[in-house]
């Protein structure tokens, strides 16, 4: 990827936690890691198809250390356990060798794949009894080569029946307790409510703990869907003018792509307070084509933004809407008069006008 490549390089890593930096020997043994409790309750319901056919039903739920554990089912009683990684970038080619049990026992050896970056899926097939020891157990251990987590299991006997029910009868018969609300996003209150502005749903974090702050490709990032998508901001001390800086952006992901790349920028757009404009980055390898769809923009106080969002030639349109939804957004922001204090006694002092931009980091 051209817009977040050491980010995306920097988190394939297929542990499922953070690895333990200690020698092997010093690792404690499985009792010694304590259970997670539940942050909250569980959620489910019916999941189907783009047609709208039956496909299974799920139950999941949040634990203290941030991950979501998911059982899944379908009509057939194939079972499936899915272990959320808040922030991780799984690699979706390489397979891990899982050991699960309950309370000790119930002992499980399977293999986990990442259908998303932040998802490990470990597929259980028709295990009735592993399924049974899920449903009367206190504890969920999930092992591998590196890691090792555990979940308190609360309410599964009722929760984990009414699981089946619903996939025995294709949904039809659902007393499964609602979907988990989103987890709320680590950003800004401003870039939020702009991404929430946009029409962005179901993003999901990208971490880059383990990059230095000054070689990170953003601020912040997040997928959303098959996008790569990002935001960056510095406060620009020379002189530069927004063709300067978006030009020299755009040849920097230009000067990333091994074939043939290829830039286009539309014309400066004078709003109050910020101008902007909008482009694109094309990379034309021998095996595939990337696609990085871009939004500049320069406010008067000089801070300038850039939001991107990347992917293979098929999610063209799609980059190119979320990049043309947030550019909306920014103009809308920047039409928006500010909210007036209310008259005091003494002397009154007009609001501040906003910036229209989310929070970052300054140079």
């Known amino acids: 990827m051209l817009a977040a490549a050491p980010a995306v390089a920097a988190e394939k ?43 299974f039903c799920k139950v999941e739920s949040r634990f203290e250390q941030g991950h979501l554990l998911l059982v899944a089912r379908n009509l057939a009683g194939e079972i499936n356990l899915g272990l959320g990684i808040p922030g991780a970038s799984l690699p979706p080619d390489q397979k891990w060798k899982i050991t699960l049990t309950v309370d000790g026992k119930a002992k499980r050896e399977r293999e986990a794949v990442a259908p998303q970056g932040d998802l490990l899926v470990i597929s259980q097939g028709k295990d009735e009894d592993f399924y049974g020891a899920l449903m009367g157990g206190s504890i969920l251990r999930i092992q591998s080569d590196t890691d090792n987590v555990a979940f308190e299991l609360k309410g599964t006997k009722k929760l984990l029946g009414d699981l089946k029910t619903c996939a025995d009868t294709s949904g039809k018969e ?8 989103p987890p709320p996003l680590p950003y800004p ?45 510095r406060e620009v001390i020379s002189d530069s003018t927004l063709e300067e800086l978006s030009q020299g ?5 230009k000067d990333k792509c091994l074939g043939q790349g290829a830039i286009s920028i539309g014309p400066e757009e004078a709003l109050e307070g910020v101008t902007l404009r909008t482009g694109s980055v094309d990379c034309t390898n021998p095996d595939r084509k990337i696609h990085v769809s871009l939004l500049f923009y320069l406010t008067k106080t000089k801070l300038f933004t850039v939001f991107f969002h990347e992917g ?20 809308t922001v920047a039409k928006t ?3 007036a204090d ?10 501040p006008k906003p910036d229209a931009k989310p929070d970052g980091k300054r140079n």
Request: aromatic share 6%; net charge neutral.
């Open 189 to 233: 209150e401003a870039l939020t409510a702009i991404l929430s502005a946009a029409g962005f749903r179901d993003l999901i974090p990208v971490n880059f703990d383990g990059i230095p702050p000054g070689q990170r490709p953003a601020d912040y990032a997040w997928r959303v869907g098959p996008l790569m998508g990002g935001v960056q901001e």
């Open 174 to 181: 659902n007393s499964l307790p609602p979907p988990l609300p």
């Open 312 to 331: 293979s030639e098929p999610d063209r349109a799609a980059a190119d809407t979320a990049r043309d939804n947030l550019t909306n957004v920014i103009r």
């Open 13 to 55: 890593k297929p542990p499922v936690t953070k690895p333990d930096p200690a020698p092997a020997a010093a690792k404690p043994a499985s009792s010694d890691v304590p259970a997670q409790p539940q942050k909250g309750g569980w959620g489910g319901g019916v999941v189907t198809t783009k047609d709208g056919a039956f496909s």
């Open 342 to 351: 209310k008259p005091k006694t003494e002397e009154a002092k007009p609001a």
């Open 249 to 253: 952006y755009a040849g920097t992901l």
């Open 337 to 339: 008069p500010p909210k």
